[in-house]
């Protein structure tokens, strides 16, 4: 006699902290790859630089020394540049036209008042009291 058991799935499929993780490097990953291509390209362009110095005849410390200044202060205005690039601009562009609304009256807003079948009583209004004609002293005033 056969029983018949669900076993579910032998791998787990819930997203908790592994689908967080996940998540963060599916978008972490393109930056990688772009910023490896940016400085995998201003290494091999300083490298180069600083071998021509070398075989014109600058002792090869001071060449290196110079060449990586000169490509911090690159990649530095590069990322100044970038930057501004990203904080220039009008915002977000709606698409289609915005359609004034209507502003409605208070006759309008109220509408039709609700029938209640309970009698009504009428509020007596109490009577309005009396501005006041003091003069209040003002805390500055000496």
């Known amino acids: 006699m056969e029983r018949h058991i669900f076993r579910g799935s032998r791998t787990q499929r819930g997203y908790g902290l592994g689908g967080f993780f996940t998540s963060l490097m599916r978008r972490a990953i393109p930056l990688f790859k772009s910023g490896g291509r940016y400085l995998t390209g201003k290494v091999a362009r300083t490298g180069l630089r600083t071998f021509q110095d070398v075989m014109a005849g600058t002792e090869p410390r001071m060449?290196?020394?110079?060449?990586?200044?000169?490509?911090?202060?690159e990649?530095?205005?590069?990322?100044?540049?970038k930057i501004r690039r990203k904080m220039t601009g009008e915002g977000i562009r709606r698409g289609g036209m915005r359609r004034k609304t209507k502003r409605l009256t208070k006759s309008q807003r109220v509408g039709k008042k609700r029938k209640n079948n309970k009698s009504k009583k009428r509020k007596t209004s109490k009577p309005k009291k009396k501005a006041c004609n003091r003069k209040i002293k003002d805390i500055f005033e000496m």
Do not use: Q
């Open 63 to 73: 060449a290196l020394k110079r060449r990586l200044a000169e490509t911090s202060d």
């Open 75 to 81: 990649m530095f205005d590069d990322i100044k540049r």
